[in-house]
């Protein structure tokens, strides 16, 4: 059985998302981010990037970085219809994840969650959360015109709507910041779905009201 | 013909090598970020983002993230076989460009030459600065390893070299910074692609 390493309510939840969408049995691991025991050495055996998500393959192969084990389980499970065929719809998604990634993700959560990782001063830390929130509302702006009226970001529902819940989840459940509407309509619609709800409850998370 | 929005020395580079290799005409707009060119009117108006690489496609269509326009220009021009076909090649191609943009580039690289935007306490800097080192060490040592015994990092040459070999430029070129020996060999052998020297030329790293 495949086994994902994650820890709740992180990046890693883009990657159950869409485990619980192909329906796929997995196994799942805790890696402790509070207590640092991404930088364990067992787990640094597991992936030496001390980092989850980790996907742990049955043939003892692991694959990294969301987009990767995202694209992995779209095209491992075509049944699971995550993925357009066309390589215009592929490489849309892929403009979307790598956003939501390096810029949202990593430019701009990543300050307003953890300013401490940039700077050990506290004096230093509302600045470098301000300017995270400006990163991920610009990002949130960018996605919103991207969606426009549409359901899903690129046209029917794919893995990249489940790589946008990750933003979502955390910036009104942990955060609570304002997202444009139809962001916030998009979040709704996939707190609706089956598969988030089992993906938030394996994570020990409730579900909120939607 | 396609545009390259295109900044000399930046990540652009690794998308302007793909266009060489694919050897079709395109263009390059030239972005002159000392006089902050990303972010005119004009260039927003491309693209909202303020970023190179910025793709304008033939039928007028831009297309952002290093990434996707890697992936676009491999899968329109398949008898470049710049991108493996199969799935498990596919997605180790996406693994690569993944942690060169998303952590080497943006997690690393920018602590380091943007620090200012993470706070303007001048004696934070350093710190910022160590740390951001340390991650694009602790990367480029990761592909060092997936480099062992290899030409290339998915066996044949593909996007992933190019993306590698812009984060190779800036270790030496503009970081004066040693390489591991495989990445060393990495990139003297893209240096030998006649699309590597070209980009080189027209960025001046020749
Ligand atoms: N670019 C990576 C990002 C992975 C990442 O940053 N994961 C975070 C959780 S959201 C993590 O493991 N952080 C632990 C750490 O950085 O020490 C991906 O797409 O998988
Ligand atoms: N995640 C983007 C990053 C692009 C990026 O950060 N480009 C830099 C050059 S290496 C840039 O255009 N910087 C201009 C600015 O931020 O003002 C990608 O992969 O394309």
Redesign the interface.
């Known amino acids: 059985m495949p086994k994902l390493y994650y820890w709740p309510a992180t990046c890693s939840i883009t990657v159950r998302v869409i485990l619980e969408e192909t329906g796929l049995s997995y196994e799942d691991e805790a890696v402790d981010l509070g207590a640092k025991k991404q930088q364990s050495p067992e787990f640094l055996k597991v992936n030496p990037k001390a980092k989850v998500p980790a996907y742990l393959r049955d043939d003892g192969s692991l694959i990294t970085e969301v987009p990767a084990i995202a694209l992995w389980l779209a095209l491992t499970n075509p049944d699971a219809n995550l993925l357009a065929s066309d390589y215009e719809t592929r490489v849309r998604t892929l403009e979307i994840f790598d956003y939501i990634a390096g810029t949202i993700h990593m430019q701009g959560a990543a300050r307003a969650w953890r300013p401490g990782s940039f700077s050990e001063t506290e004096a230093a830390h509302d600045a470098i959360r301000a300017r995270g929130k400006d990163i991920v509302m610009r990002g949130l702006d960018i996605l919103s015109q991207t969606l426009g009226d549409k359901d899903w970001l690129t046209g029917s529902y794919s893995i990249a709507d489940a790589s946008l819940f990750f933003i979502e989840y955390w910036a009104r459940e942990k955060v609570g910041y304002q997202m444009p509407a139809n962001i916030e309509a998009h979040y709704h619609r996939m707190l609706g779905r089956p598969a988030v709800q089992r993906a938030l409850a394996r994570e020990g998370l409730v579900v909120p009201a939607f | 013909m396609p545009t390259l929005c295109h900044a000399a020395g930046t990540c652009s580079m690794g998308i302007h090598v793909i266009l060489e290799e694919i050897g079709k005409p395109y263009e390059i707009r030239k972005m002159d970020f000392a006089n902050q060119a990303q972010y005119k009117p004009d260039f927003m108006a491309i693209n909202?983002?303020s970023k190179v690489p910025t793709l304008i496609r033939d039928d007028g269509s831009v297309?952002?993230?290093?990434?996707?326009i890697a992936?676009?220009l491999a899968?329109?021009n398949p008898d470049k076989k710049l991108v493996p076909t199969d799935?498990e090649g596919?997605?180790?191609a996406?693994?690569a460009m993944?942690?060169c943009?998303?952590?080497l580039?943006?997690?690393g690289w920018?602590?380091i030459w943007r620090t200012v935007?993470?706070?303007?306490?001048e004696?934070?800097h350093p710190?910022?600065k160590a740390?951001g080192k340390e991650i694009i060490d602790?990367g480029i040592a990761?592909f060092d390893?997936q480099l062992t015994g290899k030409d290339w990092l998915l066996g044949d040459f593909s996007i992933a070299d190019c993306a590698l070999y812009f984060l190779e430029v800036w270790f030496v070129e503009r970081g004066n910074l040693a390489l591991p020996a495989n990445i060393a060999a990495h990139y003297e052998r893209m240096k030998q692609r006649p699309s590597v020297q070209a980009s080189r030329k027209y960025d001046g790293f020749a």
């Not at chain 2, 297309?63 to 996707?68: I, M, V």
């Not at chain 2, 935007?117 to 306490?121: G, H, N, V």
């Open positions: 909202p983002k297309l952002t993230e290093w990434p996707a992936m676009f899968l329109s799935i596919m997605v180790r996406q693994e993944a942690y943009t998303a952590t580039h943006m997690q920018t602590r935007t993470y706070t303007e306490i004696s934070e710190k910022i740390r602790k990761i390893k």
